[in-house]
C-alpha cells in the first residue's frame, strides 16, 4: 500500500476538512493529483516518511526551500542555540549583523541588506523602493513569474503569449490594480522593447525570475538578461531580481553571479534558511538606505529576522560556502538531468527535461526546448498526472501544482545513489507510461 491509497491519510483529511478552510493550512498544500495533501511523519536528508512511516525519496524539498537536505546537523545545532538564547523575536544581535555581512559578500548586487520572513514581503518592499527612488508608479513584469501572493502581482495576462491587458489572477484583487502593471513574454526582447516604449518615463521597476524556475526551469535565452539589464539602465527602470528560488541553486551568489547580471535589488528566502522562515533584500546603498529609520521608505515587522532563522541562515551559508560545493552540485545536476531525459527518449515517452543547478521541470508531451510560459503550460497534464502517481507509488515523491508545470527538485543530500535510485523508479514508471500509450 502506498500514501496514494493511505487509509490514515484519508481519515485525517476528513477530520482537516472540519476545521482548516478547505483541508489545507495553505492553497499550494493541496496536491491536485491526490485529492488532499500528501502527509509527513517526519524528514530527513532526502527522504520523507508518511504517516504510516513508509519513506519516500524527496524531489520537491519543501519546494526548493531545503537545499541542504531535511535536517541538515548544522543547522539544527544553530536552531538549538538559538532556543538556548530564548528564542529572541524582535531584537538584534551580533548574529544579524554577522549573516548580513556575509551576504554582502556573495550575493552581487548585495551593498546592504534588510531581512523579512517572506518572499512576497520581500517583494512588496522592493517595488516600494523603486517607486519612490523614480517617482513612478508602473512596473513591468514577465508572463508567468510568481512574486507572491500580494495585490501588486496577482495579474496574469490576458492573451497566451504574454500580450494584452493583465487580468486579476484571483478572487477579491481590483481590476484597477493592474493598471500599474505591464506584462511581457519572457525571452523576447522585441515585446521588451516595445512595452519600454510605448510605457517610456512610467516605469519605476521590472522584475523578473532570472531562472523561471515556478514554470519548471526556463533559462533566459543567451544575451537576454544583460539585454534588460542595458534597456532598464537606459530608460532609468530599477531593475529587481526575485532570486527566491534561483538564490543559491545553481551558484552561490545566485542567478545574478552565473549569469554576470546583476540587478540594482534582488531577493532572496527559500534555500536561504535550508527550510526556516526567512528573506532577504538586498541592492544597492543609495536604494537601500532609502528604508526607514534613515529614509522615508517603511519597511519593519516583529518577525523580521527571528533569530532562529537567523542562526539556520548562518549555518546554511556556511555549509554552502565550503570548497568544491557548487563543482559537485552540478556535476550531479549534469548527469542526473542528461540520464533523466535518455529514460523518456529511450522508453519513447514524449517529455522534455529542463534543469539548473538544484531544481528542474519535466514538460510532459514536448520534446522541443521551452523557452516561454505559454510553452510551458501547454504541457500534458494528463501525461504529468500519471507520472507523478507512479512515481509515489514506488516511493518516489514529487510535488504537483494546481497550474502547471511546477518545479522539482534535489538537495545537497541527494548523493549518488538517491540519484541512481530515483532514475531507475522513473525508467520502471516510463515503461509503464509507453506500455499504457500502446494499449
Same mark, same amino acid.
Given at each position: ?10 481519515? /485525517?483529511?476528513?477530520?482537516?476538512? /472540519? ?7 495553505? %492553497? ?11 502527509? @509527513? ?10 504517516? #504510516? %512511516? &513508509? ?31 530564548? !528564542?529572541? +523575536? ?8 554577522? $549573516? ?23 517583494? /512588496? ?64 526582447? *522585441? ?5 519600454? +516604449? ?12 532570472? @531562472? ?21 539602465? #537606459? ?8 532570486? !527566491? ?39 544597492? +546603498? ?8 534613515? %529614509? ?24 554552502? &560556502? ?33 534543469? $539548473?543547478?538544484?531544481?528542474? %521541470? ?17 504541457? *500534458? ?7 507523478? $502517481? ?21 538537495? /545537497?543530500?541527494? *548523493? ?11 525508467? *520502471? ?11
Amino acid at each position: 500500500m502506498s500514501e496514494t491509497d493511505s487509509p490514515s491519510a484519508v481519515h /485525517l483529511f476528513g477530520d482537516a476538512r /472540519l476545521s482548516l478552510a478547505g483541508g489545507v493550512t495553505a %492553497g499550494l498544500r493541496w496536491h491536485p493529483y491526490l485529492s488532499r495533501p500528501f502527509y @509527513v511523519s517526519r524528514a530527513e536528508g532526502p527522504y520523507l516518511y508518511d504517516l #504510516e %512511516g &513508509r519513506r519516500y525519496l524527496d524531489f520537491n524539498m519543501a519546494n526548493g526551500a531545503v537545499l541542504l537536505g531535511h535536517g541538515h546537523p548544522a543547522v539544527c545545532e544553530a536552531v538549538q542555540a538559538g532556543l538556548a538564547a530564548g !528564542v529572541l +523575536t524582535a531584537s538584534e544581535t551580533e548574529h544579524h549583523v554577522r $549573516l548580513a555581512a556575509t551576504l554582502c559578500r556573495v550575493i552581487p548586487c548585495a551593498e546592504r541588506v534588510r531581512f523579512a520572513v517572506t518572499g512576497t514581503e520581500a517583494a /512588496l518592499v522592493a517595488l516600494r523602493l523603486a517607486r519612490h527612488a523614480t517617482g513612478r508608479r508602473k512596473f513591468l513584469v514577465f508572463a508567468g513569474h510568481f512574486h507572491g501572493l500580494a495585490e501588486p502581482f496577482l495579474f496574469r495576462p490576458s492573451q497566451p503569449g504574454g500580450d494584452g491587458p493583465p487580468l486579476p489572477a484571483s478572487g477579491g484583487v481590483p481590476s484597477a490594480y493592474g493598471e500599474d502593471v505591464v506584462i511581457v513574454p519572457w525571452n523576447d526582447p *522585441d515585446a521588451l522593447d516595445r512595452a519600454l +516604449t510605448r510605457q517610456r518615463g512610467e516605469l519605476a521597476a521590472a522584475i523578473c525570475e532570472p @531562472v523561471h524556475y515556478n514554470a519548471g526551469c526556463i533559462p533566459p535565452q543567451p544575451g537576454f538578461l544583460a539585454y534588460l539589464r542595458q534597456r532598464t539602465r #537606459e530608460e532609468g527602470i530599477v531593475l529587481i531580481f526575485d532570486e !527566491v528560488l534561483s538564490g543559491f541553486r545553481m551558484a552561490l551568489g545566485g542567478a545574478q553571479a552565473y549569469y554576470g547580471v546583476t540587478p540594482d535589488l534582488c531577493t532572496l528566502a527559500k534555500a536561504v534558511a535550508n527550510g526556516l522562515p526567512m528573506a532577504v533584500l538586498c541592492g544597492r +546603498t543609495d536604494l537601500m538606505e532609502q528604508l526607514s529609520p534613515g %529614509g522615508p521608505v517603511a519597511q519593519s515587522g516583529t518577525y523580521s529576522g527571528q533569530l532562529l532563522s537567523v542562526l539556520a541562515a548562518r549555518a546554511t551559508l556556511e555549509a554552502l &560556502r565550503a570548497p568544491g560545493v557548487y563543482e559537485e552540485l552540478g556535476r550531479r545536476a549534469e548527469r542526473f538531468y542528461g540520464e533523466l531525459q535518455s529514460i523518456f527518449d529511450r522508453a519513447g515517452v514524449p517529455a522534455r527535461v529542463q534543469g $539548473l543547478g538544484a531544481r528542474f %521541470g519535466l514538460y510532459f508531451g514536448r520534446r522541443k526546448p521551452v523557452v516561454t510560459w505559454a510553452e510551458a503550460v501547454a504541457c *500534458d497534464q494528463s501525461l504529468h498526472r500519471r507520472f507523478v $502517481l507512479g512515481c509515489l507509488r514506488r516511493g518516489l515523491f514529487f510535488h504537483a501544482y494546481v497550474s502547471l508545470p511546477g518545479h522539482a527538485g534535489f538537495s /545537497l543530500a541527494h *548523493d549518488d545513489g538517491c540519484l541512481d535510485e530515483a532514475l531507475t523508479v522513473i525508467e *520502471d514508471v516510463a515503461r509503464e507510461l509507453a506500455r499504457q500509450e500502446e494499449a
